[in-house]
């Protein structure tokens, strides 16, 4: 389902990602660990395509995106590939509610469906209740959930999360993970996440990272 071959990338001259080459297999749910700047953010971001590597191959769900045309690329993240950041990415205009179902609308949903198989997701992780809130009126762990919830809402084949729970608190992140086992195990999808935590990553492949290297 992820293939990476030989990936490397670096930042005015300084080496970020060295060499790196893994298999991540269709249903694995994989973890990277790896201290600050050891090039975890830098991977994913490549892996999801908003960012370029410097030489190496990257297949995600048996598509080369580095050979993707923006246009190609915008909707296979759309319809294949969920991803949620650090920052979250929710648009600021819109309403939690509006941010989750968007990429439904954008692929012709109709709204009264759409808005349904979004508040069945926003009940199972505990943010029903803010789904009219726009991203200014919700807390770090508020926004991560509507992120989550966003990234999932149209069963991505393919699933990147940067510190999927970092803005949680220990409750919240175990509702979340034990969501993403669901998903994980009910749809079949392929997960990868980026995570400094331990608990987060307890059931899943652990790959580690230390100074851009893949460590054996």
């Given at each position: 389902m992820i293939k990476v071959r030989n990936l490397?990338?670096?930042?005015t001259g300084e080496p970020c990602l060295h060499n790196i080459s893994l298999d991540i297999q269709r249903g694995?749910?994989?973890?990277?660990?790896?201290e600050s700047g050891s090039g975890k953010t830098t991977l994913l971001e490549i892996?999801?395509?908003?960012?370029s590597a410097d030489s190496g191959d990257v297949t995600v769900s048996g598509e080369d995106i580095s050979k993707m045309t923006d246009s190609a690329l915008s909707k296979f993240r759309r319809t294949r590939l969920g991803v949620v950041y650090q920052t979250f990415g929710l648009i600021?205009?819109?309403t939690s509610l509006e941010n989750i179902i968007l990429p439904l609308i954008l692929n012709s949903m109709p709204r009264k469906e759409a808005n349904l198989r979004a508040e069945k997701i926003a009940k199972r992780l505990n943010i029903y209740g803010i789904l009219s809130k726009y991203p200014s009126e919700l807390s770090g762990g508020q926004a991560q959930r509507v992120a989550i919830a966003r990234?999932?809402?149209f069963e991505p084949e393919v699933l990147l999360l940067d510190e999927p729970t970092g803005s949680l608190d220990s409750v919240n992140t175990k509702n979340v993970m034990d969501f993403l086992f669901e998903f994980n195990r009910e749809l079949?999808?392929?997960i990868l996440q980026i995570t400094h935590s331990s608990?987060?990553?307890e059931g899943t492949r652990i790959i580690r990272i230390k100074d851009g290297a893949v460590e054996e």
């Open positions: 490397n990338k670096s930042y694995e749910f994989v973890s990277v660990m790896g892996l999801a395509g908003v960012r600021p205009t819109l990234a999932v809402i079949g999808c392929t608990k987060a990553a």
